[in-house]
């Protein structure tokens, strides 16, 4: 028997969130953002998840040929482009559009040879201070790019550091608009907090948005809105089962470290799943957990392998602890009930990115469709 813990990945909540997304901004084409292997959830299950999109942005060459070898023939984007020289034969092999950040791309852009030239999205740094041309050399950087004859489109695109907060995307906007406004070609600027919270401001939408998280059913801007808020649906639920019980007597203690001390008799469970299977350490004593879709709390350390579950709430709700009960670290168990990411996130001190992408290789990937909820997994892929 294999270890109990699997990553179910729900492909109908990808679709219904791709569509969210569409109904939010329904003039702009829709990047799939499937980078960090679709945020964790597996490439060709977001490629089935996604394909309704109208291209799929990601960072490698191994992702785009993956998605290649899927068989998506539109538009795949490389959201930092080039890494080096070499990278553009496969470019114009596949077909990618590729992201120009500094010079040294346009370099070796000037210098690669080709009979297909390349549809380029050219970055603006507009305040993210991460990748991008420095605003006052955007234009130069663009007539560089016009004039070789490798290049036949230009996309302008720029990404925002505060769509998902108080800060907001005003001062980007106006420095984007500002050093771009008489230039040529399509504009994509939008990341998922961009669409969900700013949609309604003019252009900003633009040609092409550029979500991920959201499309994954996190909200960006958790706590301020949770998923429900956006009409999201979680993409990705951890479940597993408890494999061992434990009765404590008051004044013991739970894992390495003793950092839980029983405050009377109580059962604990103890859950297969860990730090190597992507837990957050920073979850102990902390992150909440449904077993049998009550909500307990981990107690102790979380460890390699397994974490210990306060099951006072599960004795509460009249169910007798033992060993074989469903766990749901997030998303959604047998039972219907949802933990959703964003809560287990915040209460770990991270964001539900790190938590998808941190689902190890250990960890079996089910494709879920709604089909199969009432039944067993498809096997895994
Ligand atoms: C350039 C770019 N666009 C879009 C995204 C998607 O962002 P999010 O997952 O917040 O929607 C990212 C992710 O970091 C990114 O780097």
């Given at each position: 028997m294999p270890r109990p813990i699997q990553a179910r990945i729900h492909t109908d909540a990808m679709r219904h969130n791709l569509q969210c997304i569409k109904t939010r901004a329904p003039d702009s084409r829709v990047w799939a953002v499937v980078k960090a292997n679709a945020y964790g959830h597996g490439l060709d299950a977001a490629f089935e998840g996604f394909r309704a999109a109208d291209g799929f942005a990601c960072l490698n060459l191994e992702e785009a040929q993956t998605l290649r070898g899927l068989g998506w023939r539109g538009p795949v984007l490389l959201l930092e482009g080039s890494f080096d020289p070499r990278d553009l034969e496969v470019c114009s092999r596949l077909g990618l559009w590729h992201v120009v950040h500094h010079d040294a791309q346009i370099d070796a852009l000037s210098a690669h040879k080709t009979q297909v030239p390349h549809h380029v999205f050219l970055k603006m740094n507009s305040g993210m201070n991460r990748l991008g041309f420095a605003p006052e050399r955007f234009r130069a950087a663009w007539s560089r790019l016009n004039a070789l004859p490798q290049v036949d489109e230009i996309t302008l695109m720029s990404h925002f550091s505060d769509a998902d907060g108080p800060r907001g995307i005003v001062h980007q906007v106006e420095t984007f608009a500002r050093h771009?406004?008489?230039?040529p070609g399509e504009r994509s600027l939008c990341n998922s907090a961009g669409v969900l919270r700013h949609a309604s401001a003019a252009g900003v939408c633009a040609d092409w948005v550029r979500p991920g998280i959201a499309l994954y059913g996190?909200?960006?801007d958790h706590p301020e809105h949770g998923s429900k808020d956006w009409d999201l649906q979680a993409t990705m639920s951890l479940v597993s089962e408890l494999i061992a019980v434990q009765q404590l007597q008051a004044g013991d203690t739970v894992g390495y470290g003793s950092s839980f001390t029983a405050s009377e008799n109580l059962w604990i469970g103890i859950a297969a799943g860990g730090y190597a299977d992507?837990?957050?350490?920073?979850?102990?004593?902390?992150a909440p957990v449904l077993v049998c879709g009550v909500r307990c709390q981990l107690v102790g350390r979380v460890s390699m392998d397994m974490c210990a579950v306060d099951l006072r709430p599960l004795i509460h709700a009249s169910i007798t602890p033992r060993a074989g009960l469903p766990v749901t670290f997030w998303g959604q168990g047998d039972d219907g009930v949802m933990l959703p990411i964003d809560e287990v996130a915040q209460a770990c001190g991270t964001i539900a990115y790190e938590l998808m992408c941190g689902v190890t290789a250990r960890v079996p990937k089910i494709i879920f469709s709604c089909a199969d909820q009432s039944t067993s997994p498809t096997p895994p892929r």
């Amino acid at each position: 028997m294999p270890r109990p813990i699997q990553a179910r990945i729900h492909t109908d909540a990808m679709r219904h969130n791709l569509q969210c997304i569409k109904t939010r901004a329904p003039d702009s084409r829709v990047w799939a953002v499937v980078k960090a292997n679709a945020y964790g959830h597996g490439l060709d299950a977001a490629f089935e998840g996604f394909r309704a999109a109208d291209g799929f942005a990601c960072l490698n060459l191994e992702e785009a040929q993956t998605l290649r070898g899927l068989g998506w023939r539109g538009p795949v984007l490389l959201l930092e482009g080039s890494f080096d020289p070499r990278d553009l034969e496969v470019c114009s092999r596949l077909g990618l559009w590729h992201v120009v950040h500094h010079d040294a791309q346009i370099d070796a852009l000037s210098a690669h040879k080709t009979q297909v030239p390349h549809h380029v999205f050219l970055k603006m740094n507009s305040g993210m201070n991460r990748l991008g041309f420095a605003p006052e050399r955007f234009r130069a950087a663009w007539s560089r790019l016009n004039a070789l004859p490798q290049v036949d489109e230009i996309t302008l695109m720029s990404h925002f550091s505060d769509a998902d907060g108080p800060r907001g995307i005003v001062h980007q906007v106006e420095t984007f608009a500002r050093h771009s406004a008489d230039l040529p070609g399509e504009r994509s600027l939008c990341n998922s907090a961009g669409v969900l919270r700013h949609a309604s401001a003019a252009g900003v939408c633009a040609d092409w948005v550029r979500p991920g998280i959201a499309l994954y059913g996190s909200s960006p801007d958790h706590p301020e809105h949770g998923s429900k808020d956006w009409d999201l649906q979680a993409t990705m639920s951890l479940v597993s089962e408890l494999i061992a019980v434990q009765q404590l007597q008051a004044g013991d203690t739970v894992g390495y470290g003793s950092s839980f001390t029983a405050s009377e008799n109580l059962w604990i469970g103890i859950a297969a799943g860990g730090y190597a299977d992507g837990l957050m350490r920073s979850g102990s004593n902390q992150a909440p957990v449904l077993v049998c879709g009550v909500r307990c709390q981990l107690v102790g350390r979380v460890s390699m392998d397994m974490c210990a579950v306060d099951l006072r709430p599960l004795i509460h709700a009249s169910i007798t602890p033992r060993a074989g009960l469903p766990v749901t670290f997030w998303g959604q168990g047998d039972d219907g009930v949802m933990l959703p990411i964003d809560e287990v996130a915040q209460a770990c001190g991270t964001i539900a990115y790190e938590l998808m992408c941190g689902v190890t290789a250990r960890v079996p990937k089910i494709i879920f469709s709604c089909a199969d909820q009432s039944t067993s997994p498809t096997p895994p892929r």
